[in-house]
């Protein structure tokens, strides 16, 4: 391989995984993004080929035999000719102590198993940009030194440099909030920002409503569709719960597989079992077929809800135990419904989807 074909690509990439499929899939990729892909099945073989040619970017799996991804990390991270170069991880391994050890290694990104296309793609050119833009960085630093008479022209190139780089920094932060699925907030965020609202609805003494939807019989959905049909129907129903929460300050996440949280601050009984109601109905319009569901020939939801002020007494994770309770309630009596709990101070009631239950609550505020 010449240096002149690598420069005439956008970037010399080396794809570490002992599995040719993930290899196949990768480089087909990345090549027809416009990179130039080299393929390592080892860890041994991937330190030989930074040793030969200093890749830009090095996707690396973390299982595989002889030397795991991390070891092959720290190796190239110890040496001063490899040090620099971006790794990303890529694996099935997706828990949090997995990811925050890629990184204490020196990994500048991780992404897990089975991957998305159009996150690989965003993540490889974001960790180029951010390399690209530390080199120009360097280069205007060494230019600084050895010319003082271009000081000021310098210091606006390398102003310029940090704002590109900052830019590209935000992006990144964007996508660590986000579920990269479903494109809707992530767990992390919903903690946050739960407990913000939580504080702030203290302080002003306003209701604060929870809600967690759950899609009936989703794993026999994905048996019977496919994994590839059950990803597309979490996004489409991700986005009938956003069409429904819609006011700025209501928040939708994915809490976790096909489940989902909606956060509606300022919100009584009322206001949410609007939200809850629109969801089903909206999502019963799309008539999603699911033949193997027990309660309806299309798609459902179960939801539980919860609705209280904040006070000392109750706290964000009471709040969520309460609503994971309600939608276990909505599921034991049939799904396809839902279910709210509502908190006056110590006391609670709880509220099925029916007319009389909607005489509660009201003198907590309108939505």
Known sequence: MSQESVSATKGNILIVDDQLDNLRVLSTILMEEGYQVRKALNGQMALIACQTLAPDLILLDINMPDINGYEVCQRLKANSQTCSIPI?????????????????MGGADYITKPFQIEEVVVRVQNQ???????LQLQEINQKLLKQNSLLQLEIEKRTQAEIALQEVNEKLQELALLDSLTEVANRRYLDDYLQREWQRSAREQIPLALMLCDIDYFKAYNDTYGHIAGDATLKR???VIKNAARRPADLVARYGGEEFAVVLPNTNFLGSVQVAENIQLQLQELKIAHTMSVVSEYLTLSIGMTVCVPNHQYSPSNLIATTDKALYQAKQQGRDNYYTYIFFSCSCFLAENSDESKILCTELGNR
Request: a positive charge.
């Open 237 to 239: 129903v991700a986005k």
């Open 128 to 134: 180029l940009t951010i390399q690209r833009l530390q």
């Open 88 to 104: 990303i991880f890529i694996s099935v391994l997706d828990d949090v102590t997995d990811k925050v050890k890629g990184i204490k």
